[in-house]
């Protein structure tokens, strides 16, 4: 099992309100790992531990580590920028940008290497769009906005938009809270395909995704990581009362 992340001894405040207790967590590479739980358990705020976008909370601070491929992500060096390039990021509600299908894809790596050719930037639209599972949906009408989309088909746009910068690891929170069971079948096909290329953290929608997809899962509660490991132990024979009784629908 190769390490891609390691968090070692998190803690995670919002002002004095703590929200994450010395967790410690190793997230291996090109696997899907679930991270559980009901409202209120920190683990949106985890995800935007591991690219830093809780930088942007003026309220916030951290202690302990969080390395990728054994570099601590706040090491002074670090170029943050560089850092959510290689850590995505794909938020719950879909957020096209108000322009055309292409130009939402082909939109970061333009900000990145803007003297590309336009053959260059289709055939990275193209492999993106294929990642995602939309580029059969959308080949026909790349200059259509990208608001013109459905809403399963706008948030596999994020997600593809995420993979043309070619990150390392992408993060999900909740991707398929809002979409149809179609849509979200796709979507899962489309992540169990991609975590042969990439790391995927997932927040799932509900704990039948989190069964159907991971290699491993994770359980927070209040903050506290109560149980990690693969998947099948986590759902089938669990260490901890808590976690059976969460998977179970006793409580959440």
Request: contains cysteine.
């Amino acid at each position: 099992m190769q390490p891609k992340i390691v968090i070692k001894n998190l803690d995670f405040y919002y002002n004095k309100k703590q929200a994450i207790y010395d967790l410690n967590l190793v997230i291996p590479s090109n696997e899907i790992l679930s991270v559980f739980g009901p409202a209120n358990s920190g683990i949106s705020t985890l995800l935007r531990a591991l690219n830093r976008l809780c930088d942007l909370y003026p309220e916030a601070h951290m202690d302990g580590d969080i390395l990728l491929d054994g570099k601590n992500i706040h090491d002074p060096d670090v170029s943050v920028t560089e850092l959510r390039r290689r850590v995505g990021m794909v938020f719950d509600v879909p957020t096209p940008l108000p322009m055309s299908i292409f130009d939402n894809i082909a939109y970061g790596p333009r900000l990145i290497s803007g003297k590309k050719s336009k053959k260059d930037f289709m055939e990275i639209v193209e492999q993106a769009l294929r990642q995602a599972a939309l580029w059969d949906d959308v080949k026909d009408r790349l200059k259509a906005p990208a608001m013109s989309l459905s809403g399963g088909q706008q948030q596999r746009l994020c997600i593809a938009r995420v993979l043309a910068l070619k990150p390392e690891v992408i993060l999900l929170d909740r991707p398929c809270s809002g979409l149809d069971p179609i849509s979200t079948a796709k979507i899962e096909e489309s992540l169990v395909q991609l975590k042969e290329q990439f790391t995927i953290v997932i927040a799932p929608h509900n704990v039948q995704q989190a069964g159907r997809i991971s290699d491993r899962a994770a359980f927070m509660l209040m903050g506290n990581l109560v149980e990690e490991g693969p998947n099948t132990e986590v759902f089938s024979n669990p260490r901890d009362k808590r976690t059976e009784d969460y998977i179970t629908g006793r409580f959440g």
